[in-house]
């Protein structure tokens, strides 16, 4: 495939443009403009003209930056794989805004968040996680996309973005929370600089498959325990 197929240097300044209001421009601009984010792109259109259908489609992939503002950042959620189904994943991770409707994954977490936050004094059931992401809360998968129904078809392509992601919270945040989902989101632990605080857990889709409960580890009242003793409760996050 050659760039005059797909006009390359016009999708990276229109998604660059997408992240001015929210500070993240600044902190993508060079791996946006890199080759490596070229081969992104490519490898996404190229599945594409395979007839090879991924999800969610390109105008949401980066949606989790666009309603999370980098000033207000303090969490970052890693999961695994976007929602392989058509039309469910819409760029925030384990969010279901489109559909309006929990998928497994998120009924399991609003259920734990229900009972560890709220003792289940208040029900939270809004299934648009747009609502934390606009806190602080940049929700991820350790893959932006994958193939319909393939699931970590697609870890490969977006390894390089989200080490890079890591990378520069490194060198430019301190005391962000990261929150490590199951086993895959756990992979990128050894990445996390010691400037940043790690939570774990396993993956909220191992209790579909097992019939059992998830176990959130208490990351949630964890993760707002941190955050009131560094900022104070008025910056805790409202699950």
């Known amino acids: 495939m050659t760039d005059t197929q797909i006009n390359l240097e016009e999708i990276k300044e229109k998604l660059i443009k997408k992240f001015e209001d929210t500070g993240w421009d600044i902190k993508l601009r060079s791996f946006i403009k890199s ?5 992104i792109i490519n490898s996404l259109y190229n ?21 999370c503002p980098l000033d207000k950042l ?8 976007v929602y392989p189904h058509l ?5 925030i991770a384990f969010s279901c805004s489109l559909t309006g409707k929990a998928q ?3 009924k399991n977490i609003l259920k734990e968040v229900n009972k560890t936050v709220y003792k289940d004094e208040i029900i939270s059931e809004d299934v648009d996680l747009k609502r ?5 809360v940049l929700m991820l998968n350790t893959a932006l996309t994958c193939q319909i129904d393939k699931v970590g078809s697609h870890y490969d392509i977006w390894k390089d973005f989200v080490a ?23 992979e990128l632990e050894s ?24 176990d959130c580890n208490d990351v949630f009242n964890k993760a707002n325990d941190i955050i009131e003793k560094s900022n104070g409760k008025d910056f805790k996050i409202q699950w």
């Open 35 to 39: 080759d490596d984010f070229s081969k």
């Open 47 to 67: 599945e594409k003209e395979d007839g090879k259908r991924f999800t969610p489609p390109l105008k949401y992939v980066f949606r989790a930056f666009e309603e």
């Open 74 to 81: 303090k969490v970052v959620i890693v999961g695994q794989d």
């Open 87 to 91: 039309g469910v994943a819409d760029g």
């Open 104 to 106: 497994p994954s998120l």
């Open 132 to 136: 934390w992401a606009n806190q602080g």
């Open 164 to 186: 890079y992601v890591i990378d520069m919270l490194n060198l430019t945040n301190s005391g962000i929370i990261f929150i490590l989902l199951g086993a895959k989101a756990q």
């Open 191 to 214: 990445l996390i600089g010691d400037n940043h605080y790690v939570l774990k857990a396993t993956h909220p889709a191992s209790a579909v498959y097992t019939g059992g409960t998830w």
